[in-house]
């Protein structure tokens, strides 16, 4: 409960972040987007400390258009080798320069938003007016100038992030900024916060490794391909695309202006501080309408997190009912289908993983094979003192023509199913946010369970005093007082409440709203997985 | 059954039928016998001919693995200079013993070696060759266990070994390093090709073998993706759920295809590359028996020389010991005379078997590599026949 929620260690988020080709960026129909606009952050409507929104207008014009360029630099060609054994989900670059020599596919369909994207992907009809596009390039090392903890440098990379777009809220149609990978964790755990109950794309991970590492080529390579495959995800949402968050991440030049996440010892630490207060009496003890609006773990008030903790534990463990719980049936069965659906995902993907490491290993050994017949080949023709054997050798030559051949068709193949395969991963990978955004659910629910226990054992407490008062003397003023007290806590806590059974309702009706578009975007993107796989394995040999 | 080369059947000189000679062989209906650890594989041999050696048109008996082993070793004695087929190897581990797969591959290889041997117009014409399809079990045995180890070797022999040992230490000890060999440049240059051409077919044999596997493999993961998507259909809603699931059905259906394709892979190219490999091992058996014949007829040469030098130095002297001194050179010259024939009977077999066994292992090898090409070819359509079929399917899904 202390952690932050979507720091769970999830073995596939970082496997999806490294493999997906599918380029895509859709900008979905603009009918949806515009029920959405009453859903923003409700950060920006209860509180004003939130952007300080000053929009440059003055775009920067990048020194190459990034979006033009193919984004793998040359050296990564060398990772073919026919030795290398490693995992192939986990290097993309080796099959970008796939992609670029095997072109066994005809795209079927004429509107193409980027040059790269599947034939098969749900892209928008070209005409279609809204579109934000992103593309992150150009890894430089910069240098921290000493802070007074860290005495010396401290190196990290910037990305150049340049955008193209036409929504009206940019104000400029093309732009760019230098931002490093800790701004992007902060844009993450910003919309995580503000867009409670919605499917937020999961972000790239952070990677726990020596600074070596870090600055090594090819660690650079994937996480700025991680990186603008989330940042095009988050274009693709429909609602988070409008975001200011958003929106100040690819356009604010200089520091990110977003507070950053404090990291949990301190949030620990400010809350230990505040605990033995709220106890005494000195800190408000109870939970403020602005603060019932936002979930209790990962923030510093330990004494509403121990209360909710209570009642969660009287949910499942007391005699009694909690006075309001989740009855909706249809989300109870959908959550259900939904954790189903997780794990088969999860197995076919794996399985998906084999099969491609089949097909790797099938066309390694045939290239070998190939090599083997060719060197004998040109033996026998060099040491021919019969001409059975001349005859020989041309017959192995036609062998390993053939092995070769075989061993590039599987390569080839590989590279295509690999793209289609990823949209399990992908989806495997949404299924998190799936998991966060019920869960969002959940701790609104259990907030309004708290203050409603809360606000029972107050009004109990109030009756009480009322009654006994009664029977004393000279307790009067004491009483009374501490009855106002009741009465001030009671009416703050009935605002809250009713700030958090709004704000439940309206996370359960994002969650509606969000689970319905995962359903569509889902079926369409399967299908044209399922026929993007279907066609490949067939067109490949064709073309052989 | 295997197409391999065979040259004709020679022409028996005393064949008196107007009929062409003709000496069939089949190795077939292999049978496990016996319990246990003494279990072992028998199989039918069945011999069809009209040769006048031979008793009867047609004959059957029963022979275990180890009996061709006694033929091979006789031929391998008798017939030098001459590459005996090779026969398939003894198998090491148990377990694959008693499977139907290693049976058959046995039963073929062996099928081949009998009828390789019955096909030379040398080999064809050997009594061991009449003993092996036509005796009796009992007889069979019989010569079998007579054979076993070192007491094959006849005494002779064993005088061969001892001398061979003795001169080669002999020759350390007087500072010839190396054994004496042949300094024919055409010889060394057809030794290091053989060297050479082992060591490609075995690589390239590895190769093929590991291919068969992936076959096995590839045919695995399809069947495991093929299930794992069904069961990802089954969560999704109609149309989803259904193209899912022809998917699945597909991939599984394919999953069946791949380990029989495996199979003919290693039974029409993998073993062919094994069978190239053995063969060229039975040439390096003869080169070694050349090695042997030639140092022999050297060293009765020297030995000759050395007697000659004594001889001469007895009839000077008149000594009484010349008379049998003289016996003893008669008797050493016939040995030479009879070690130098033995060698170059050796080199003039090698040369034409050299022949025969180039033009027989381009046609083996011809023969097996278009296996290769048409297996290869046939599971390409299928694979791709199965997706293309399934196409249609899709598109109907995600239109409804």
């Avoid at chain 2, 062409?20 to 016996?34: E, F, I, N, Q, R």
């Amino acid at each position: 409960m202390m952690g932050s929620e979507n720091q769970e260690a999830h073995p596939h988020a970082s496997r999806e972040e490294m493999q997906s080709l599918i380029l895509d960026d859709t900008s979905s129909s603009s009918s949806t987007s515009k029920s959405f606009s009453s859903y923003r952050s409700a950060m920006t409507t209860l509180s004003e400390s939130h952007h300080p929104l000053s929009l440059p207008i003055a775009t920067s014009p990048a020194e190459s258009d990034p979006l033009l360029s193919p984004p793998p630099p040359p050296q990564h060609r060398h990772l073919q080798s026919p030795k290398s054994t490693s995992n192939p989900n986990m290097q993309p670059p080796l099959y970008f320069a796939d992609v670029g020599e095997v072109n066994g596919i005809e795209s079927p369909s004429p509107s193409q938003s980027l040059e790269k994207s599947s034939p098969f992907s749900r892209s928008s009809s070209s005409s279609s007016s809204e579109y934000i596009k992103i593309a992150v390039s150009n890894p430089q090392k910069e240098v921290q100038s000493s802070n007074k903890i860290v005495p010396g440098g401290n190196t990290y990379v910037t990305y150049l992030i340049t955008t193209k777009t036409n929504l009206p809220d940019f104000g400029a149609s093309e732009f760019s900024v230098r931002r490093r990978f800790k701004d992007v964790v902060t844009l993450s755990d910003r919309l995580v916060e503000a867009y409670r109950g919605f499917l937020i794309p999961p972000r790239p991970d952070k990677n726990v490794v020596e600074s070596q590492v870090m600055q090594k080529q090819e660690f650079v390579e994937q996480r700025r391909f991680a990186l603008e495959k989330y940042l095009r995800r988050l274009a693709d949402h429909p609602v988070i695309r409008k975001s200011d968050e958003l929106r100040v991440f690819l356009q604010v030049q200089g520091r990110l202006p977003l507070a950053a996440s404090a990291d949990v010892a301190s949030r620990v630490i400010d809350g230990a501080v505040k605990l033995p207060r709220q106890l005494f009496g000195d800190a408000p003890s109870t939970i403020g309408p602005q603060d019932a609006v936002q979930p209790a773990k990962g923030g510093r008030d330990l004494l509403r997190m121990f209360k909710e903790l209570k009642q969660y534990v009287a949910n499942d463990w007391g005699g009694s009912r909690p006075l309001v719980d989740e009855e909706d049936k249809g989300f109870l069965e959908k959550k259900e289908r939904l954790r189903d659906l997780e794990q088969q995902l999860s197995n076919a993907s794996q399985q998906a993983e084999s099969l491609v490491k089949a097909q790797q290993d099938m066309g390694e050994t045939m290239g070998e094979l190939g090599l083997a017949f060719l060197k004998l080949t040109k033996f026998e023709n060099e040491e021919a003192v019969l001409n059975a054997q001349r005859i020989r050798a041309a017959d192995m030559k036609n062998v390993a023509t053939a092995a070769v051949k075989a061993s590039r068709y599987y390569r080839g193949l590989n590279a295509q199913t690999v793209s289609h395969l990823d949209t399990l991963h992908e989806y495997l990978g949404l299924m998190l946010s799936v998991h966060t955004a019920f869960s969002d659910r959940a701790s609104a629910l259990l907030t309004v369970q708290t203050l409603l226990s809360e606000l029972s054992s107050l009004n109990s407490r109030a009756e009480k005093l009322e009654t006994s008062s009664s029977k004393r003397f000279g307790g009067n003023k004491s009483r009374f007082r501490k009855v106002e007290e009741l009465q001030e806590a009671i009416r703050v806590t009935e605002d809250a409440k009713n700030c958090a059974a709004q704000e439940y309702e309206r996370i359960k009706e994002n969650n509606r709203i969000e689970i319905e578009r995962l359903d569509a975007e889902r079926k369409a993107d399967f299908l044209n997985m399922l026929k993007g796989f279907v066609t490949n394995q067939f067109n490949v040999i064709c073309h052989d | 059954m295997q197409q391999r080369s065979f040259s004709g059947v020679s022409q028996s000189p005393r064949s008196p039928s107007k009929q062409p000679p003709y000496l069939a062989v089949s190795v077939t209906d292999p049978a496990k016998m016996g319990n246990g650890v003494q279990a072992y594989i028998s199989y039918k041999v069945i011999t069809k001919t009209n040769l006048p050696e031979y008793q009867g048109l047609e004959k059957i008996v029963i022979r275990r693995y180890s009996d061709f082993v006694w033929l091979r070793d006789r031929l391998f004695e008798k017939y030098k200079g001459i590459f005996i087929p090779p026969l398939p190897e003894k198998s090491t581990v148990e377990k694959f013993r008693f499977t139907a797969e290693f049976i058959e591959m046995r039963r073929q290889a062996l099928d081949i070696f009998v009828n390789r041997i019955a096909s030379h117009h040398e080999l064809q014409q050997s009594e061991d060759l009449r003993i092996f399809l036509q005796a009796d079990e009992q007889t069979m045995e019989r010569a079998r266990s007579q054979e076993t180890g070192i007491f094959k070797k006849k005494p002779a022999d064993l005088m061969q070994i001892f001398k061979d040992v003795q001169s080669r230490v002999s020759d350390v000890v007087l500072g010839k390093e190396k054994p004496v060999e042949e300094s024919n440049p055409d010889y060394e240059k057809l030794k290091r090709y053989v060297f050479e051409l082992e060591d490609h077919l075995a690589e390239a044999q590895k190769h093929a073998y590991r291919l068969v596997k992936r076959h096995r493999e590839l045919g695995q993961s399809l069947s495991d993706f093929g299930r794992a998507v069904k069961l990802l259909g089954a969560c999704e809603g109609e149309a989803l759920g259904k193209a899912f699931s022809e998917l699945g059905t597909k991939s599984e259906m394919l999953s069946f295809k791949l380990p029989k394709e495996a199979q003919h892979l290693l039974m029409n190219f993998e073993e062919p590359l094994k069978d190239y490999v053995r063969a060229v091992h039975s040439v390096k058996g003869t080169i070694a028996e050349r090695a042997a014949a030639f140092r022999q007829h050297c060293e009765l040469a020297e030995t000759i020389k050395m007697k000659e030098i004594d001889l001469n130095k007895l009839r000077l002297t008149r000594s009484e010991r010349t008379a049998d001194a003289e016996h003893e050179y008669e008797e050493l010259k016939a040995d030479g005379e009879e070690a130098r024939r033995r060698f170059e009977t050796i080199v003039r077999l090698m040369n034409e078997e050299m022949v025969r066994f180039q033009e027989e292992k381009t046609l083996d090898m011809g023969h097996a590599f278009h296996e290769f090409a048409k297996g290869q070819s046939r599971l390409a359509n299928a694979i791709a026949d199965a997706w293309r079929s399934l196409l249609p399917k899709l598109e109907a899904c995600s239109s409804s």
